[in-house]
């Protein structure tokens, strides 16, 4: 596994670094439960531009950055909730994610700026239940210092930014937050929060899938689109989380592979090509992909969601992707009769030790 410190090639994607700012030592996607700057600008809260007066690149930033708020918000609870179930996995968390004007690639830094961003980290989203959220770090607060060490401004930020956090956010159960707010000077003492050490990714193409590779977890815009509650989307977010807290990707030599596909996809335009059939994925077996959907009803349970729709929305997906759509979920899952009749079994003994007010283990 490389470096969970090494930044992922810029390409053309949205930041990926930022996660360094939230989970110690993981350098990809943030988690957010606020508005993102699809919404306004960090400046002065002023509406968004209608979307027909806007460039394009403005209106795919906008788009972007608002579908990845969905993903991260949806998984935020999965990821708090669960550090027991991700085992080594688990990390310390700041539990706020920051970005400046150069977490975009360089066709993109114009729309970033005009969407509030400049040469200072930016706090763009607040983790739900994170010790940030309890000490008051509030979305647009400018980052200044941690515990006394000024923060980077400018292309490298976000990298520079966690080589300084990382070794701080491990050994420690506080980080003294230096920020401005406005035009004010505040510190705050923020309480680090346990919680699964995975970043969360989308993927820019429509084809109905998801990806994990032992570090990351990318959801593709198809799939995305296809979920038709946050509740669903939580169920294939929750599945690639049990894979790679299953450790999967290792067992089956399929974490280079898959990382090279997931750095693909979380670029603004990936290149296609390599995508055709399964991409040089390999089918799940049949009985790691059970026990992966024991986990994540699991972690589903945990994080407050509601495991008894997972039966339906599987078979959906099923039914309207088979396994012979070769660049589809259920092509790289085949197993569906089993995986169904597991998670039935699953959800009532769940629902049996929520009856009992047992813990929720697998």
């Known amino acids: 596994m490389r470096s969970l410190l090494q ?20 350098s990809t996607t943030p988690v ?23 460039p394009a690149q403005l209106r795919t930033l906008r788009t972007l950055t608002a579908q990845q708020d969905r993903l991260y918000r949806v998984a935020a609870p999965l990821l708090v909730s669960n550090a027991p179930l991700c085992r080594s996995y688990a990390r310390n968390l700041i539990g706020f994610s920051a970005k400046n004007k150069y977490s975009y690639s360089a066709d993109y830094v114009q729309a970033a700026q005009a969407l509030g961003f400049d ?3 930016r706090v763009t989203g607040v983790l739900p239940d994170s010790g940030a959220a ?25 990298r ?5 956090l990382a070794p701080l956010v491990s050994k420690r159960a506080n980080v003294k937050l230096g920020l401005m707010r406005g035009n004010r000077n505040i510190t705050l003492s923020v309480p680090l929060t346990l919680a699964c050490g995975f970043g969360i990714e989308l993927g820019n193409i429509d084809t109905v899938n998801a990806f994990s590779d032992g570090r990351r977890v990318l959801i593709t815009r198809g799939m995305l689109n296809f979920a038709r509650s946050d509740t669903e989307l939580a169920y294939v977010l929750a599945k690639e989380l049990a894979h790679n ?44 992909d059970v026990a992966a959907d ?13 495991v008894q729709g997972a039966h339906a929305f599987w078979q959906r997906l099923a039914a309207q992707y088979p396994d012979d759509v070769l660049n589809g979920y259920t092509a790289i899952h085949p197993s569906t009769s089993a995986r169904l009749a597991n998670i039935d079994r699953v959800v009532g003994d ?4 929520v009856a009992k007010k047992q813990p929720l283990f697998p």
């Open 294 to 306: 024991t986990v994540s009803l699991y972690m589903l349970a945990r994080a407050g969601y509601d």
């Open 350 to 353: 769940i629902q049996d030790k």
């Open 134 to 158: 309890r000490a008051g770090v509030m979305r647009g607060d400018i980052l200044t210092s941690v515990e006394g060490k000024t923060m980077p401004q400018g292309e490298n930020a976000e």
């Open 32 to 54: 957010s439960n606020q508005g993102s700057p699809s919404s306004e600008t960090f400046e002065n809260g002023a509406a968004a531009a209608p979307a027909a007066a806007e």
């Open 245 to 288: 807290a299953l450790r999967y990707p290792t067992r089956l030599r399929m974490t280079a592979t898959v990382g090279g596909i997931i750095d693909n996809l979380i670029r603004i335009t990936p290149d296609t090509a390599p995508l055709s059939g399964r991409a040089g994925v390999k089918p799940m077996p049949k009985d790691l």
């Open 119 to 121: 040469d200072q980290l």
């Open 160 to 164: 520079e930014a966690a080589t300084i």
């Open 7 to 26: 930044r992922i090639p810029p390409f053309g994607r949205l930041a990926c670094a930022s996660i360094a700012l939230l989970i110690a030592g993981c």
